[in-house]
């Protein structure tokens, strides 16, 4: 329960349009405590059920691993591409 009330109490600070020093401040604090109250229940909470990834989930995940991939050797060959002899000149 108490997971659930900072997780609301760290949403409304966060939300916030005008923040003062003591509200950042606070939520610096409470960003500290969430974190470790995520840890404490992904250790306590998460361990008890056993879960299983859909065959959609593991579908989307590997079509996000490829697009990483095609992204990130695009990506390298424009780099080369750029920065390469044997680009075209104006005179």
């Not at 470790?36 to 229940?41: A, G, V, Y």
């Not at 909470?45 to 079509?63: D, G, I, K, N, Q």
């Amino acid at each position: 329960m108490k997971l659930l009330y900072r997780t609301a109490e760290w949403h409304a600070l966060a939300k916030l349009r005008i923040q003062t020093e003591g509200s950042l401040r606070l939520l610096d604090d409470l960003t500290t405590e969430f974190g470790q109250l995520l840890q404490q229940f992904r250790d306590l909470t998460c361990t008890t059920f056993t879960t299983v990834e859909l065959p959609r989930e593991a579908e989307a995940r590997e079509r996000r691993k490829q697009e990483k991939n095609t992204t990130t050797t695009t990506s390298s060959s424009q780099a080369d591409n750029k920065g390469g002899q044997g680009g075209q000149t104006r005179e």
